[in-house]
């Protein structure tokens, strides 16, 4: 069979390029009604998805504020040599810039974002807005460096030239505990009281494993049991399964609160039984955000393993059964690996939802459980911070990428035919 | 049946799913070593699951399986060492045909220098030593086959259990498969029960074929004799084409009977199973051992209704007795030109080949 | 058909024209956003044939933000703490208020009548408790810390801001020197330092309805609370207290956003919410202290020691300053985090 195809083959490679050639012209119109078919949806997806991530991305650079407010200083120190006083006429520069940003409304933005250099320079910029020098003084610089030597500080200026750049590494930098220190110019590490967010990125990935963890371990057994049901009874199951999908999040993760906290449910009646004389603390900690968010992600588990425990013969253990296995061998050697597909699509599914989850621990947990993405709506809707919420978005989807990465490359199969 | 102490004996097996109905409803069976025994019915006929009984995979509502003098009950499913070669073949997977061998050799803790050893041996002996590598999705469905019945084979049971092994392969490999377990179970002296519900896989394999319905076994004998003395309609419907006349039996004497047809003609036939003068009858008459155009002592005429040519052999559809569908089988050499449609030629045959069976009921 | 929907649209434009004029009042939800219903809202509506499209934010700017800077503006009236009403002006997200057409500036208290603010009501971070379930009645924050004769979980806003300054007022640090001191980082390590005691027993609450429901659940022994909430737990029946030693004031203002499409029926509305007739509607409904002088005489004797503005209740507390936390917040929110976190 195999020889009677290859010699056909061998016959027509002379022709294969007019015969290629043909192909494409007469499937042509067809893929480009088909491309006109899905162009709804590529266009759609661009608009959704593409635009909004790439401003996040871009977010996290831009750089405007320092830009829009001080030109004529940024213009004016670029002659300067950055290590000594700039010239008088830097500081004119500045203070006319200071009166038109005022008119403009910049000026809350300018000291936000001169404050992310170095903290001082909020009161530096304060107290010069509240008595800029008229006009007609005499020496711009000296009345300046009169209310704050930090004015005759090369390093503030360094700073200013740094924040007036279009692009900043800032917010970066930030959402990896590091910071361009204002004195040296060099990227150090954050003081031990500020840092925060590389132990909030380990938090996020910790608890979402654990809560992949857990999921996994909950899921799969009840996942089992429904493929062994008969059709008609597994469908009822997987309704209550999906039972909770129909309510909101939010009242799912307060009905937690409800049945765990101090007074509620749970410990009333582990009280009234007798199990435990004072109430365990089992909401606003960790604990509490782990029981909700593994509830929460237990269908996205069971769901997609139940879809591959049905298609799994059971003749596998049986026959694992035959061969002389333990059925507890049997079913770990035998069927256990066919479902790995099942709950690696599942896990992933779950960790990735879960890296991103904001209310639950919101919600159920205390400032030590909370997730990168209540920083990133701190930083959107409280500081109003959005370079800073975008990098921490940036980062959190970074690191999504580079799990499904590392998750591609760990599972591809080591056949080509078990990929079909 | 023999002095021999049986190997597998079923006694008084019975089976429920639901606690309603049964399955099996009474089922005696013994099987002798070394015997190569087929288990063949309609599907629904209780033989699956008497497969599975053996197997150790269901366990039986009331009665109690033997082997080899032993309770089964008392043995696990993993610990009997009966080989099982599965419907589909239930080949891992996730493991190569190297590792799916191996795994009833590890579950056994063997050494890895006998284990490949006797991996390497059992693909040898299905002819796949080159394919130890590949993984079962990577395989045809013939090598699959040989694959499972390597697996099932490597940890040398003696008695090894077939629920349709062939029944998603092309005939032509399946014929090949066929010859193929005739020559394993001879060379290694195995024990095998084969289920099918494909009477010729059943007749071309076996030593002796069970034949099932209802729960019930209907006739247990070698595959000749199933064929030439069927005991019921069933059996005689179930193997092999028949031709049935409805009759009443008008006399018996020994093993001989004489029983007249619809149309009022009588014709001698073998009593096969107890009928007295008076009762209703099934006449069963293989279609080859009809001779068209001999008269002789059992001759009938039928008209001619259709003649198929079949290169060995014609076939001959005739209206016989008022029934309508009476097929003969005729070799090339004894057909006469003049046999059309709408003829009318003599139809006779051997009393001996004729069994006077149970009636049918007409469905 | 598509002439059909055109004119149909037409004609609904036209419609809503002859229909009552929609304002958006967006404000805090709750109990609150219930009082200026009945006191500001429905009277308000009633009196112009104004529909008030009610709404309600948390005093996020970004949304604010975001609708000025795309030139989306939907809302007309905000309400807004003191110091996201002096950042968003200076920020240009608010009109300026022209006080010659919302009533007579004389009448509001000093910080009430401001650049782009018109002041609502003044209301109190307090301390509050269950009096049935402490034996011994707290005199202000520094028996907040005191674990020992108050066993139990405690309860704060989990923001920098009222945080720090309760640390230092229960450290002992003056009302007068409260923010002298937290303007230096040695203030500040003390604020921390003083918290890193009480840590293990705080429990951070974000709004303002949690604090009572844990008050009633008994999760917490003590809180910090906004006095509005906690008076009106106790008209429910909850045997509430409140502590006004230590209670940190504050002001929430009407601002209106800048590029409001009905500015002329914003003023309107706000010169209507600062007249007294209508704050001692306001205030009776829930304890918050008007603005306009002339309505504190007006409200009903009862509710007037309720109030945050109540002489003896201003005696030990400290308004909050607005200017320090414009000029520190950010950073002293960033720490607070990067502290709660660990």
Known sequence: MSEVSLTAIDHSTDKNASLKQRLLRAEGSYRRRSMLLIAPLLIFLLISFVLPIGNILWKSFDNPEVVRALPTTLLALQGWDGESRPDEKVFVALVKDLKTAKDEGQIPSLIKRLGYEDGRYRTLLTMALRKLPDDGVESTSRSLIAQSTLWAEPSTWRSIQRAGRTLTAYYVLAAFDHQVDAQSGNIVELPKGQALYLSVLMRTLWMALVVTLLCVLFGYPVAYWLAKQPSSRANLWLIMVLLPFWTSLLVRTAGWIVLLQNGGLINHSMIALGLIDQPLQLVFNRVGVYISMTHILLPFVILPLYAVMKGISPNYVRAAVSLGAHPFRAFWSAYVPQTFAGVTAGALLVFIMAIGYYITPALLGGPGDQMLSYFVAFYTNTTINWGMAAALGSQLLIIVLLLYWVYSRVTRPANPAQRA | MSSVPPYVRFRGVQKSYDGEQLVVKKLDLDIQRGEFLTLLGPSGSGKTTTLMMLAGFETPTQGEILLDGKPLHTVAPHQRGIGMVFQNYALFPHMTVAGNLAFPLKVRRMSAVDIELKVKRALDMVQLGHLAQRYPAQLSGGQQQRIALARALVFEPSLVLMDEPLGALDKQLREQMQLEIRRLHRQLGLTVVFVTHDQAEALTLSDRVAVFNDGVIQQIDTPKALYEHPCNSFVAHFIGENNALPGTVVSVSGAECRVRLADGSEVGARASTALSAGEPTSLSIRPERIALNVPSANSLSGRIEELIYLGDHVRVRLNVAGHEAFTAKVPIADMHDDWLAGHTVPVSWFSHDASALDPLVHH | ?342
């Open chain 3, 1 to 342: 058909m598509f002439k059909k929907i055109a004119v149909l649209a037409l004609m609904a434009g036209a419609a809503s024209q002859v229909q009552a004029q929609q304002l958006t009042v967006v404000s805090f939800g709750g109990l609150n956003k219930q009082a200026q219903e009945k006191a500001f809202y429905q009277p308000f509506s009633k009196a112009n044939n104004v529909d008030i499209e009610a709404g309600e934010f948390n005093g996020e700017m970004a949304k604010i933000k975001a609708m000025v800077e795309t030139g989306q503006v939907g809302w007309d009236v905000v309400e807004v703490e003191s110091p996201e009403l002096v950042r968003g002006c200076s920020e240009g997200l608010f009109e300026p208020l022209d006080w010659s057409k919302l009533g007579d500036k004389k009448q509001m208290i000093d910080s009430a009548a401001s650049e782009c603010g018109a002041g609502i009501f003044i209301w109190s971070t307090v301390l509050a408790y269950d009096s049935t379930k402490l034996a011994k009645a707290p005199a202000g924050w520094a028996d907040f810390w005191d674990v020992k004769t108050y066993p139990g979980k405690r309860a704060l806003r989990k923001s920098a801001k009222f945080t720090l300054e309760i640390a230092l007022l229960a450290d002992g640090v003056s009302q007068g020197q409260l923010y002298t001191v937290l303007a230096t980082p040695e203030g500040v390590d003390r604020a921390f330092k003083k918290l890193d005691q009480l840590k293990a027993n705080i429990q951070w609450w974000e709004a303002g309805a949690q604090p009572m429901q844990w008050l009633v659940s008994g999760d917490v022994v003590m809180t910090s609370a906004y006095n509005g909430r906690v008076t009106a737990a106790q008209k429910e029946g909850h045997p509430f207290s409140i502590v006004w030693n230590g209670s940190l004031y504050d002001m929430d203002s009407w601002a209106i956003v800048k590029g409001s499409k009905n500015k002329a029926l914003a003023e309107k509305y706000i010169a209507f919410a600062n007249r007294p007739e209508n704050q001692k509607v306001f205030a009776e409904t829930i304890p918050y202290g008007p603005t306009n002088t002339l309505a504190i005489a007006q409200i009903d004797p009862k509710v007037r020691g309720d109030l945050p503005t109540a002489p003896a209740n201003l005696k030990g507390a400290r308004s909050v300053d607005t200017d320090f936390w414009i000029e520190h917040g950010e950073e002293l929110e960033q720490r607070f985090n990067a502290w709660a976190a660990q």
